[in-house]
């Protein structure tokens, strides 16, 4: 049995005639132990995505109008209060992007810690513990940064706050969305290092969201490509980064910055993602696609296993 199953997930904000689709037939799955990454634009549905696994998108303007979420069997979806509370932490946790707006700025990062641990697990409140948590992330002197106010500390060293807040409840799915936002890339590199790590030492499974295929190769397992609110591509890591087969996946590859080869102009994705409300009929990339033809306006593609294992959404490999 998977840790976590997705099936055919459906999410709408609003009603009726008004209601717009934001995750439109979602599937995914994700064995203990295991990362995934989940890669798209801006407005492709990654976050909504991952909030709706612990059912954290609010209810409404949000309405799940269909499908399964399956975390250890159990449909999240169908779950009262109290049990959504015994998922959210003690099975799932979550590290958001930007993690200075994440922390409070009034609270000391000990107490904030300190305060997770009271809710999952009340015994092992203590700063002996607080300051375990924030040595296993790495940060330097524990004993004096657990006095720390958010302000205090810099970017990296927040986002790695929030990891050790994130731990505290010894979750089994570590879900990190954009955790290496606004971070430079020296520090983006270390919180990659360290997600690594941790899922070593831990044994834990992460749903990384991210929009950089470049960091994709150094901690994936397996890599989901979502556009506008569908799963386009799915494969294992090395064989979706070293032979994408959507045009959509090949066009995120050839947008990553190269380290040996003198380009003057990167290359760019014209046009954006569409928005709620306004996607294209047929394939959802075709305005956007270098190569697609009459037949893509019009042939809405079904996500296909056209390898083993390897499933794409595209009219060009629907024979």
Known sequence: MPLLEIKNLQLDFGRG??????VDGVSLRLEASETLCLVGESGSGKSVTAL???????????HYVGGE????????????KPELREIRGGVVSYVFQEPGASLNPVFRVGHQIKESLKLHRPTAATDTEVIRLLKLVGIPAPESRIKSYPHEMSGGMQQRVMIAMAL?????????DEPTTALDVTIQAQIIELLREL????????????????????????????????IVETDAARELLQRPLHPY??????????????VERLTAIPGNVPR????????????????????????IPELVEVEPQRWVRCPLWQT
Not at 218 to 227: E, G, K, Q, T
Not at 276 to 299: D, K
Request: net charge positive.
């Open 69 to 80: 979420i399956l975390v250890e069997g159990r449909d999240v979806l169908k779950m009262s």
């Open 199 to 230: 899922k070593q030492r831990l044994g834990m499974a992460i749903l990384l969201i991210t929009h950089n295929l470049g960091i994709v190769g150094d901690l994936a397992d397996r890599v989901a490509v979502m556009y506008a609110g569908q």
């Open 17 to 22: 005639a008004k209601a717009l689709r934001a």
């Open 52 to 62: 709706s696994v612990a059912r954290l998108v609010p209810s409404p303007p949000a």
């Open 276 to 299: 709620l409300g306004a996607f294209p009929g047929g394939c959802r990339f075709h305005p956007r696609c270098p190569i697609a033809r009459s037949e893509c306006a019009n042939a």
């Open 249 to 262: 996946t090949r066009a995120l590859m050839h947008s990553v910055p190269s380290l040996t080869a003198h």
């Open 168 to 176: 505290a409840s010894q979750p089994k799915l570590l879900i990190a």
